[in-house]
């Protein structure tokens, strides 16, 4: 975890004198956009998927992120993928 951000590293190939790292970060969160896009509310979407609205609320408010697990649920419910459910960005 560098400032509060966590990373996820990937090493596209390694050189003698080291590697080049990328890391994949995740950025805004997207539940906002695809609850609005299905019509569904956060209530719904808690009552859809078993996590508590409270829950919910964190995630579209981006005081936390998903784990693996939880957006893969997500996704299912929300008919997209879980790479959608959050602004990307390699660094």
């Not at 995740?26 to 078993?50: D, I, N, P, W």
Request: positive net charge; glycine residues 4%; aromatic residues 12%.
């Amino acid at each position: 975890m560098v400032n509060g951000t966590i990373y996820r590293e990937y090493y596209l190939f390694d050189l003698p004198k080291g590697a080049i790292r990328l890391a994949l970060v995740r950025r805004r969160c997207r539940l906002r956009y695809h609850l609005a896009r299905v019509k569904m509310t956060q209530a719904e979407l808690s009552r859809r998927t078993g996590y508590s609205p409270q829950q919910i609320s964190n995630w579209v408010n981006n005081r936390e992120h998903m784990n693996y697990e939880s957006a893969a649920t997500v996704a299912y419910v929300l008919t997209c993928h879980m790479e959608e459910l959050y602004d990307l960005e390699w660094v």
